[in-house]
């Protein structure tokens, strides 16, 4: 079993920074893929915002070049670095593991981009 604790949201102003941490916890081996994925209004669909496996990340174009997924394979922890925020990135951030085969989600954490 694989548990995900994302940490590091809050409120933050337009043309702010935050930066999101995912760290796993459990019997886990390899070098997974993670990411994140966000949810900007209760009932709207959850959209993947930033992924990353061994070699590669890849980004929705809505954040290209705003956002940055990085991860430490060591810690079994995936970071999102948030920069030049705009108030529609305001959502709850979900970390995301695909391991083998199998989807393990965090519970979340929530960014706010307000003045």
């Known amino acids: 079993q694989v548990q995900l604790v994302e940490s590091g949201g809050g409120l933050v102003q337009p043309g702010g920074s935050l930066r999101l941490s995912c760290a796993a916890a459990?019997?886990?081996?390899?070098?997974?893929?993670m990411d994140w994925y966000r949810r900007q209004a209760p009932g709207k669909q959850r959209e993947l915002v930033a992924?990353?496996?061994?070699?590669?990340?890849n980004y929705a174009d809505s954040v290209k070049g705003r956002l940055t997924i990085s991860r430490d394979n060591a810690k079994n922890t995936v970071y999102l670095q948030m920069n030049s925020l705009k108030p529609e990135d305001t959502a709850v951030y979900y970390c995301?593991?695909?391991?083998?085969?199998?989807?393990?989600w965090g519970k979340g954490t929530l960014v706010t981009v307000s003045l």
């Open positions: 995301h593991m695909l391991y083998y085969g199998m989807d393990f």
């Open positions: 459990g019997s886990i081996f390899g070098i997974n893929p």
């Open positions: 992924a990353s496996t061994r070699d590669s990340t």
